[in-house]
Structure formats: C-alpha cells, structure tokens
C-alpha cells in the first residue's frame, strides 16, 4: 500500500469512527428527550386529583374569532376541568365549542379548498379516486339537546406554554362518517390572521387510507404530503411530497 493509500485510508477510517460517535450522541440526546418527556407527563399525570366534565351550555368563546369560521356568539360548549390532586386547585380548564350551520358552512368551504389540490393532476397519481368530505352528514349543533357524531369542533390555543402568543390560536377539527366506517375526519390549524397554516385530512375507502398532509408552501396552503395505505395494518406509501 503507497503513502496516498495509507493515508486515503486513515482519513476514511477516521471519519466513519467520528460518524459513529455523532450516531450514538444523537442516539443518546434523544433517548434523553424521551425520558424527560415521559417523566414529565408522569409528573403532570400525578398532580391530577380528577377530570370534572362540566354540564354542557351554551358559551361565547373568550377569544375573538371576527377573522375565523366561528363568529363571535355563543355556541355549546364541552368544558373538561382537571384538578390539583393535593390542594384542588384547578391546574387546566379545556373547552370545546361545536358548530353551528354558520360554522359548518364556513369550515365545509375550507376543507373543500384543501381538497381541490386532492387531483391526480397535482399529485400525479392517475389511480387516485375522489377524496371528498361528505359535510351532508356533518350536524348542525344549536342547543344542549345532543351532539351528534358527525360534527365541527373549535378549540382555542391562543398562548404556548410560556406565554407567547401561539402561531395557530385557533384548531377546528370536523368528523363525517357514514355506514361500514367510510368516511373522513381532519383537523385545520388557524394562523393569528384566520388563514388557514397548516392541516390534515384521513380518509377512509373501503379499509383502504389516504392521509393529505397540508402546509404553507410558497406563502399559500398548499399539499405537502399524500400517503396511503391499502389495509389497516399495512406501513404508508407516501404516494406525493411538495
């Protein structure tokens, strides 16, 4: 073996030891991560005397919603409280308010914009079926009487654990599910602005998945990832990525 050989092949052997070590570091912080991640929701858990679900009524959401699909008016709210376990202090007060048939609507022209981009033209998929929210199945919720299955929900978020004010203040989630489980449920994540920032859509056909995956692109919502799976248990293939 020559000089530039010998020394070629110390270089290699140096950095695929150096490779090894930054592999078993990072292996290492993330393991760290974990554990302080699960200590931490163990902490939280025990400090939890009780959930109490609060009686539904009829609540003007404490944030203003002029620019987003729900309006500024009272809508049934779904109020979960949890407790201090050793003083009874309340610690979380997590609430839901349901959708009217204003709300329905505006969230129903939402989701219809996200899956236009749901073609195979965009996602170069020629097989790809018709990936469409049935919102004739989503119910109106108006009163205390019941709420149904097939509906829109707003949660509120407006501030991150530190007191910031948080990038997607208002999440509204939509479920349509109709006879042997076929049917879609997803979630839309407001930006402070009311736009749409980011969402996601499963769908159910027959046993068979599709997951679309939505963000900013280029300074508009735009498809980011569509996968699919043909059985419950399968692993995705992601059939598009922006």
């Known amino acids: 073996m ?3 050989d010998f020394l070629h092949a110390s270089k290699a052997a140096r950095d695929e ?13 993330a393991e760290q991560k974990r554990r302080a991640e699960e200590e931490a929701q ?5 400090r939890i005397l009780r959930e109490h679900e609060v009686p539904p009524a009829m609540t003007c959401p404490e944030y203003d919603l002029g620019p987003f699909p729900f ?4 809508y049934l709210c779904h109020t979960v409280v949890k407790y201090e376990r050793e003083t009874g202090q309340v610690f979380a007060d997590e609430r839901s308010y349901y ?14 914009k996200l899956e236009r981009m749901l073609t195979p033209a965009v996602t170069g998929v020629p097989s ?7 919102f004739a199945r989503v119910e109106a919720v108006d009163s205390v009487v019941k709420v149904p ?12 654990k530190t007191g910031k004010n948080a990038k997607y203040p208002v999440e509204v989630c939509f479920n349509s599910y109709g006879k042997n489980d076929n049917g879609s449920h997803g979630t839309v994540s407001y930006l402070r602005d009311g736009s749409m920032g980011k969402a996601v859509i499963h769908y159910w056909r027959n046993h068979a998945y599709y997951g679309a995956y939505f963000k900013i692109i280029d ?3 735009a498809l980011n990832v569509l996968n699919y799976r043909a059985a419950p248990n399968d692993d995705p293939v992601e059939l598009y990525r922006a």
């Open 2 to 4: 020559g000089l530039f």
């Open 17 to 29: 030891k150096r490779a090894m070590r930054e592999f078993a570091e990072e292996k290492r912080k």
């Open 42 to 46: 163990r902490t939280e858990e025990a």
């Open 71 to 74: 309006d500024n008016k009272p």
């Open 99 to 112: 959708g009217d048939a204003d709300a329905v609507a505006a969230v129903k022209a939402n989701v219809a």
């Open 128 to 134: 790809l079926p018709s990936l469409r929210t049935n």
């Open 149 to 160: 299955e097939n509906r829109v929900t707003l949660s509120l978020h407006p501030l991150t």
């Open 219 to 221: 300074g508009a919502i």
